[in-house]
């Protein structure tokens, strides 16, 4: 099971608004320049459990001024971390929050792991209910800091239920990124 590196309560950073950070630990990309190389590490922070990070989730998601989630890391969609990256986008869901996930996947690379492993049913929920997938790996080449929700220029801000209901690419606010 995956384990939490830390839970940011009040994040502006890392999607629109005021939003829940949710850092997991553990990573396979190891970005040179990347800000967190502590969260490559899988045993980094405390144990994700059902009884004990879910219902501290819930209970800031119960704050007015909360638009959503965003879970990041470390790797989220890398498969020790599927099971707790499921059950954030659930329990944000159910509280009528959106939900946001940073990945140094593509989502191309994402689609080929599903096609790859047909059964690999996390994967395929977390890409179905995250409503925006920042993808690509932090390059250090490319970094910007004026870049609005990303770090490098490389990293596409997908707007995922678009994108599955028009069944084409579609970039979040229509791609114009300050």
Known sequence: MSNI???????????????????????????????????????????????????????????????????????????????????????????????????????DELCNRVIEVPMNILLCLALKEVDVLVDGRFDQSLADKRLQFRGSSNQRIIDMQKTISEKSLVLWNGGDYP
């Open 5 to 107: 590196a830390k839970i940011k309560e009040f994040d502006i950073a890392d999607g629109p608004g005021v939003r829940i950070g949710v850092f997991l630990s553990g990573c396979p990309h190891h970005c040179p320049g990347c800000f967190n190389q502590e969260l490559w590490d899988y045993n980094y922070g405390e144990p994700f459990t059902i009884e004990k990070t879910l219902p501290k989730i819930e209970e800031l998601l119960t704050r007015p001024y909360i638009s959503g989630v965003t879970i990041l890391g470390g790797e989220p969609l890398c498969d020790e971390n599927l099971p707790a990256t499921c059950w954030l986008v659930h329990t944000a869901h159910q509280n009528h929050k959106d939900v946001w996930i940073y990945t140094g996947y593509t989502l």
